[in-house]
Nanobody, 114 residues
Framework: VQLQASGGGLVQAGGSLRLSCSASGFNFGINSLGWHRQAPGQQRELVGVISSGHTTNYTDSVKGRFTISRDNIKRTMYLQMNSLKLEDTATYYC?????????WGQGTLVTVSS
């Protein structure tokens, strides 16, 4: 299983950014996928998940601002982040499970500046 996140960078508060996660090594179309994030000095937290049927769930702090989507043909998941806040600064990791194990990509850093 390989997960490759990209699209991070520096953005001003209130701005937008879209992260991508390309995947290989498993049956992408039937897997639930998700995004986690880890801010400096804090524990990794779940941002949101998307099921094989495209149902999404989000942690309360990003509801209404972040949107997860997936393209099964391209084997890619996306995280559209709008109205970014300083507290969204973190390294973002894409996630899935395969044969009972959890997998994370290498992470992409998002920095929100004032």
């Amino acid at each position: 299983v390989q997960l490759q996140a990209s699209g991070g960078g520096l953005v001003q508060a209130g701005g937008s950014l879209r992260l991508s996660c390309s995947a290989s090594g498993f049956n992408f179309g039937i897997n639930s996928l998700g995004w986690h994030r880890q801010a400096p000095g804090q524990q990794r937290e779940l941002v949101g998940v998307i099921s094989s049927g495209h149902t999404t769930n989000y942690t309360d702090s990003v509801k209404g601002r972040f949107t997860i989507s997936r393209d099964n043909i391209k084997r890619t998941m996306y995280l559209q982040m709008n109205s970014l806040k300083l507290e969204d600064t973190a390294t973002y990791y894409c996630w899935t499970t395969h044969r009972g194990r959890e997998f994370w990509g290498q992470g992409t850093l998002v920095t929100v500046s004032s």
